[in-house]
């Protein structure tokens, strides 16, 4: 984890300073922003792992920055930052592209472990070789970290990628939602399954050709998710 560059971007000073004195006792890189505008530039010149996002900033809302972060740059990782503990906030999070959140005050422990688990998740998500996943119309280059449908580019967020890998990997499985938190997210992820739910909805809507009536990943009732199982795709086929 050391070197790693976490961007915290909060418009309030002594919050901004706080986080950043505990990122660094963990031998983080810390960089901040008081603005989503400088946090925009920022990431245009530095290669950052992490951002640390607060909703509420002035001039353009951290919403918006997510946004842009995740069309620009799919394999950071983003961790939104609310005073609001109503669900729509960190729905409306998720929905822009967000990894994680939090609701502020929180414990800087916390949040040093959630950057962590994020962190875990990106670098597992980094191949060891060049192999490629094909699974029907679908291919997964795990050398460039590309996911593909009919040959055609879908950007994923580390946490979708991370998913849809652990679908196509296993086939007709059903997870649970627990299942998928403690595989994805991390056995220390402290959070509700509400993640899980909004992150496939996310993922149907790039993958399906109808997200209302979904072919590939299933819902099994009572129980969570799976991949479809269908003979009459190419599955598990892994190509060097």
Not at 19 to 24: A, M, Y
Not at 50 to 61: F, K, R, S
Not at 125 to 145: A, L, M, Q, V
């Given at each position: 984890m050391k070197n790693k560059k976490i961007l915290v971007v909060e418009d309030e000073e002594s919050i901004r300073k706080f986080?950043?004195?505990?990122?660094?006792r963990e031998g983080f890189t810390v960089i901040e922003a008081e603005t989503g505008e400088k946090a925009l530039e920022i990431a245009e010149t530095e290669d950052i792992d992490?951002?640390?996002?607060?909703?509420?900033?002035?001039?353009?809302?951290g919403f918006q920055v997510c946004k842009e972060l995740r069309n620009k740059y799919s394999t950071i990782g983003i961790i939104m930052l609310t005073a609001k503990s109503q669900d729509?906030?960190?729905i409306m999070g998720l929905e822009y592209g967000t990894d994680d959140y939090m609701v502020k005050p929180f414990n800087p422990l916390e949040l040093?472990?959630?950057i962590k688990s994020l962190l875990r998740r990106i670098?597992?998500?980094?191949?060891?070789?060049?192999?490629?996943?094909?699974?029907?119309?679908?291919?997964?280059?795990?050398?460039?970290?590309q996911f593909f449908k009919d040959g055609r580019h879908i950007e994923l967020t580390p946490t979708e990628y991370s998913i849809i890998k652990l679908f196509i990997e296993n086939p007709g499985k059903a997870f649970t939602r627990d299942e998928i938190l403690n595989l994805v997210w991390g056995y220390d992820f402290v959070g509700d399954t509400k993640i899980v739910d909004v992150n496939i909805r996310r993922l149907r809507r790039k993958i399906e050709d109808d997200s209302?009536?979904?072919?590939?990943?299933?819902?099994?009732?009572g129980v969570g998710y799976r991949w479809r199982r269908d003979h009459n795709l190419s599955g598990g086929d892994y190509e060097k």
């Open positions: 986080v950043k004195i505990n990122l660094e992490v951002v640390v996002l607060d909703i509420m900033l002035p001039g353009i809302d729509v906030d960190k040093v472990l959630r670098d597992a998500n980094k191949p060891e070789n060049d192999e490629i996943i094909s699974y029907g119309p679908f291919k997964i280059d795990k050398y460039s970290r209302k009536n979904p072919y590939y990943i299933e819902t099994v009732w």
